[in-house]
């Protein structure tokens, strides 16, 4: 309950307008869960899945409008909420931005941040993970990739699926390649998954 709060709270503040369920509305619809009547926890669990659907498509309208290039911008918090509500919607929009980049100059300072704060893309598919995600990388490997997104789809797949179960995939990927170009990619995926997060160190 308190993520779910913590989530809307975030993404009211961003789009600066009021849901038709506020937050004492969600909070009525958690707490109708835990109802001994059926009729109530069923109409508590139709309204959390309407207000997840609305937190989604807001935040794909925010992407569909613009991508921001600073540290908490609305893209960037619209991502992060994408993320945070694990939204398979948003796999093949996030896949297909997955080296978008926040200037790390507009990162608050005094702080230590990990090297992949700045691809926001590839943290809200990492958050969201599962089979839709690898599938949607897979569909997206061919010759052309920058280096860089190469290595952000490798990340990805090492963080969601694990490095051997992730090279097991790239490797039959690997076999059923059409070109010498195609198998190329996929060996240099694999060496990129087996770095894991150091595969960040020559961005």
Request: with cysteine; hydrophobic share 40%; net charge neutral.
């Amino acid at each position: 309950m308190r993520r779910i709060l913590i989530s809307l709270t975030a993404l009211f503040t961003m789009l600066s307008y009021t849901y038709a369920e506020d937050l004492s509305s969600v909070e009525g619809y958690v707490r109708d869960l835990s109802s001994k009547n059926s009729e109530a926890r069923n109409r508590g669990r139709d309204k959390l899945r309407d207000v997840r659907n609305n937190v989604v498509e807001s935040c794909l309208k925010i992407l569909r409008a613009e991508w921001g290039q600073s540290y908490h911008s609305p893209a960037h918090l619209a991502v992060e909420q994408l993320g945070e509500w694990r939204s398979r919607e948003s796999i093949p929009l996030l896949v297909k931005n997955i080296d978008w980049e926040i200037p790390k100059e507009t990162l608050p300072v005094g702080k230590k941040y990990p090297a992949w704060i700045t691809y926001p893309c590839a943290m809200a598919l990492n958050e969201i993970g599962g089979r839709e995600v690898r599938l949607a990388i897979l569909r997206t490997v061919e010759v052309g990739k920058s280096d860089k997104t190469l290595k952000l789809m490798a990340w990805v797949l090492h963080q969601t699926e694990g490095p051997a179960v992730a090279i097991m995939f790239l490797g039959a990927q690997k076999k059923s390649a059409k070109t010498p170009g195609e198998a190329e990619l996929f060996e240099r995926l694999v060496e990129y998954v087996e770095q894991g997060d150091a595969v960040f160190v020559n961005f």
